[in-house]
């Protein structure tokens, strides 16, 4: 299993930034994904969620009306839209995937929202 995110960096507050991520080595359209996150200090956090179809998602209170998680399955792809971003968005975002029981990981990818 393989992922792979991308679309992070520097944002002001107030704007939007498009996160992906590629992933490979199982069945992606079998498995729900998920997006977590991690700030400085802080322990990682559920962000957005998806079922195996694209038909059912779930957020953190926190992102809800601003973040937009979605997947393309003939891409293999899970993405996350960010809308509305505050600096305490700020965090390294984590694409999440369980396989066999295993949660499996990407490196990350830094989104920095500040002025």
């Known amino acids: 299993v393989q992922l792979v995110e991308s679309g992070g960096g520097l944002v002001q507050p107030g704007g939007s930034l498009r996160l992906s991520c590629a992933a490979s080595?199982?069945?992606?359209?079998?498995?729900?994904m998920s997006w977590y996150r991690q700030a400085p200090g802080k322990e990682r956090e559920l962000v957005a969620a998806?079922?195996?179809?694209?038909?059912?998602?779930n957020y953190a209170d926190s992102v809800k009306g601003r973040f937009t998680i979605s997947r393309d399955n003939a891409k293999n792809t899970v993405y996350l839209q960010m809308n509305s971003l505050k600096p305490e968005d700020t965090a390294v975002y984590y694409c999440?995937?369980?396989?066999?029981?295993?949660?499996?990981w990407g490196k990350g990818t830094l989104v920095t929202v500040s002025s």
């Open positions: 999440n995937a369980r396989v066999g029981g295993m949660d499996y």
């Open positions: 998806i079922n195996s179809a694209g038909s059912n998602t």
């Open positions: 080595g199982f069945t992606f359209r079998s498995y729900r």
